[in-house]
């Protein structure tokens, strides 16, 4: 039987870092948290008549904020079963839901103005990304656009040896594969996939700071989840230790949104 990622139980073996952290009851698991995904949606502009489709919405924080606008459509891509009965119960009707990989979404070619995909890239080795973003070329039409919000390393000078080190460091408490990029990096990864960069926002990456905790899940929430982790010793030791290796690299990290087009001769 295939388990999930997701599924609650004790909190030592290989959940990944965001599943562990959703199965405390945090919502909101992207870098930037949620003013960084508001700062996005603005710049974005209004939705309403517009395509849209959102690649790994998760529970469907993000995915609540877009049909709230009128989109003409809104689908949700997200592989993991479980997760998208929560999703479906945000969306209420408003937008469908599709059990799928991102790089394989079986949507039509052309079939959307606007794609946005958050924490989800950064998860990915190098022909991971290459799979999903040639995939959101293929379903943006032309002058569409893409919105991704990710995990940034900043400058973007930073030695590879420092980049190595980080990525490593990351990707033990995270249990993913965690390979964030340099903004330049980013730029020039959506550029090869032929989306050109019109934005860039960038924020702190303070996931797990409490002021960040407080503004993503409100007080109530906030509070719920250090009572989940505090009444867990695995799940407090790995909560502890991600944000041990958030705060030594805070320096070279950070959370980057970008917005970019698909030109119509790509
Ligand atoms: C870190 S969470 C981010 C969720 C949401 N975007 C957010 O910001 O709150 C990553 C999500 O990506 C989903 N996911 C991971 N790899 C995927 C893939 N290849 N295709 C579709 N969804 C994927 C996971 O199931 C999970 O819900």
Redesign the pocket.
Known sequence: MAVSE?RPGPHTGPLAG?ALLRSLGKR???PGGAELTRAMLTALGDLSGLDVVE?????G??ASAIVTQGPRSYTG????AL?TSALKRVLDGRGTVRV????ATGLGAGSADVVV????LT?QGDTGKDA?LAEVHRVLRAGGRCAV?ELALRPDDLADEVKQDIRRALARPLKVNARPLTVREWTVLLSRHGLTVERAETAPMALLEPRRVVADEGLPGAARLARNILSDPAARDRVREMRRVFRAHRESLAAVALIARRTASS
Request: no cysteine; aromatic share 4%.
């Open positions: 997701n965001y909101v698991v992207r690649i790994a919405p998760g529970t924080t993000t891509v997200e592989r993991d997760t799928a990989d991102a790089a995909g958050e924490a989800l998860m999903i919000h």
